[in-house]
């Protein structure tokens, strides 16, 4: 049985196998510097817990669309002798705030999530909406729910009948804004929070410190973004009547 301590020691076959990934995969990496060398025992490489660290945090950064030209410019920021305990750091902060995943679904269980039968016009405006996307040429059936808890604002908008050009402008008004708030809130958070820690010297004491308050800034934020979004709606409101 493979040791999770640590200072496990890994054959690339077992990083593999542990990572979720071929070992075509980890040589690619290794070859362009996303990964550290292994530890030689004679002529067998061997690999670690921060390895394991490193790829998790690969994956992390692919599946928020990051290419493989920015995953190296961030993992070229993070010292290569990063313990694990860093890396997983550095997940944290990157982790999506909100759980819900994107699913592939086909059109009969896309009607069956609607309580009805879904006309194209429907749903053209899911897609202008950003709550589907198309599939596969091949599947013209097939879509991509971006957001499994969208779906049901997605169709009670529908059901207002409003001009695709409008949603549209909305959907992109909607997407401007709150693009600009995320970048200057992280920009906040890493100006107060991250560099200070990084300045210090990363020290082992205040690890967790950050990842907790990285953690419990995601729902608060939230919050006061719908918040203040409501607040400014009803001064709108008010100056206009």
Do not use: C
């Amino acid at each position: 049985m493979l040791r999770t301590a640590d200072d496990e020691e890994l054959t690339i076959d077992e990083l593999a196998s542990r990572s979720g990934v071929t070992v075509r995969t980890v040589r690619f990496y290794a070859s362009r510097g996303l990964l550290p060398p292994p530890r030689l025992r004679g002529r067998v490489g061997l690999y670690g817990a921060d390895h394991l660290a490193r790829l998790d945090l690969i994956r992390e950064l692919q599946n928020l669309g990051f290419t493989l030209t920015a995953i190296e410019r961030h993992l070229e920021r993070i010292p290569e002798d990063a313990p694990p305990e860093e890396l997983a750091l550095q997940r944290a902060l990157l982790a999506p705030w909100t759980s819900d995943q994107a699913e592939r679904i086909g059109r009969h269980e896309l009607d069956r999530r609607a309580g009805r039968t879904l006309n194209d016009q429907e749903i053209e405006q899911l897609l202008t909406l950003g709550v589907l996307e198309r599939g596969t040429e091949e599947d013209a059936e097939e879509f991509l729910l971006t957001n499994t808890s969208m779906l049901n604002v997605g169709l009670r908008i529908t059901e207002l009948e409003l001009p695709s050009d409008m949603l549209l402008r909305a959907k992109d008004i909607v997407e401007q804004h709150t693009a600009q708030m995320a970048g200057e809130l992280r920009e906040l958070f890493a100006a107060n929070v991250l560099r200070p820690y990084v300045e210090r010297g990363r020290p082992e004491a205040e690890r967790e410190r950050v990842r907790a308050t990285a953690d419990q800034l995601r729902p608060l934020t939230i919050q006061v973004l719908v918040n203040g979004f409501q607040r400014a709606v009803n001064e709108v409101i008010r100056n206009h009547t």
